[in-house]
């Protein structure tokens, strides 16, 4: 279960969310610059609400009226960064058993991320696509109850890309991971989500609309 409901005002965006879900994979499209980002962040922790409730799966991450605000690295969440955030000093390996809670698992998340090919290789070697399969799995591997993507396919060759959306599906519903996925290319969001919100700027408030 998601429960969002939530306001969040800075000097360039004001967003105003209310989002209830049984759904266990959401899908996040938009216009750039919409806030998309900005609400993973609030999710995730390293943004806060200005009041409301963020709850997911009965955690309470963020409640506004009992002063509730569990740290981002309490809150059990993998988040694949647009801008991946990889550890250049590390290769592939490293980088992935970096965040490994489960050591054993690790071998399983490669061959999902098909990364056995360049599992020893610099992170600087890397091509676009390569680095973000890199980053699903060090997310993957941190063991998440809830796994934040943002736009985390586009790099990706096509046909590897709807192959390993495939398997990653299977993975998040065999483990039971929560997911919210963000993209522009919204056939891909339909493809991979059980729900698809659009997030829409209504005279200068941006809210959810399904």
């Given at each position: 279960?998601?429960?969002?409901?939530?306001?969040?005002n800075?000097?360039?965006?004001?967003?105003?969310?209310?989002?209830?879900?049984?759904?266990?994979?959401?899908?996040?499209s938009?216009?750039?610059?919409?806030?998309?980002?900005?609400l993973?962040?609030?999710?995730?922790?390293?943004?806060?609400?200005?009041?409301?409730?963020?709850?997911?799966?009965?955690n309470?991450?963020?409640?506004?009226?009992?002063?509730?605000?569990?740290?981002?690295?309490?809150?059990?969440i993998?988040?694949v960064?647009?801008?991946?955030?990889?550890?250049?000093h590390?290769n592939?390996?490293?980088?992935i058993?970096?965040?490994?809670?489960?050591?054993q698992h690790?071998?399983?998340?490669?061959?999902?991320?098909?990364?056995d090919e360049v599992?020893?290789?610099?992170?600087?070697?890397?091509?676009?696509?390569?680095s973000?399969?890199?980053?699903?799995?060090?997310?993957?591997?941190?063991?998440?109850?809830?796994l934040?993507?943002?736009?985390s396919f586009?790099?990706?060759?096509?046909?590897?890309?709807?192959?390993?959306?495939?398997?990653?599906?299977?993975?998040?519903?065999q483990?039971?991971?929560?997911?919210?996925?963000?993209?522009?290319?919204?056939?891909?969001?339909k493809?991979?989500?059980?729900?698809?919100?659009?997030?829409?700027?209504?005279?200068?408030?941006?809210?959810?609309?399904?």
């Open positions: 279960m998601i429960d969002l409901n939530f306001t969040y800075n000097s360039s965006l004001k967003l105003a969310i209310c989002l209830q879900t049984k759904a266990e994979i959401l899908g996040f938009g216009d750039s610059g919409i806030g998309k980002s900005t993973f962040n609030i999710i995730s922790g390293l943004l806060v609400p200005d009041k409301g409730y963020i709850i997911i799966d009965d309470i991450f963020y409640d506004s009226k009992s002063h509730t605000n569990v740290l981002p690295r309490s809150r059990k993998g988040y960064f647009q801008d991946l955030r990889l550890f250049p590390l592939v390996y490293q980088n058993k970096y965040a490994s809670a489960i050591h690790i071998d399983e998340i490669i061959e999902l991320l098909e990364l599992i020893q290789k610099d992170i600087a070697l890397l091509s676009g696509g390569e973000q399969r890199v980053a699903i799995a060090r997310s993957l591997a941190s063991d998440p109850k809830i934040l993507m943002d736009e586009n790099a990706i060759h096509l046909i590897q890309r709807k192959a390993i959306a495939r398997k990653l599906r299977n993975y998040i519903s483990k039971n991971i929560t997911t919210l996925f963000i993209s522009h290319q919204r056939n891909e969001i493809s991979f989500a059980d729900e698809v919100y659009a997030m829409q700027n209504i005279q200068g408030i941006v809210k959810m609309m399904r």
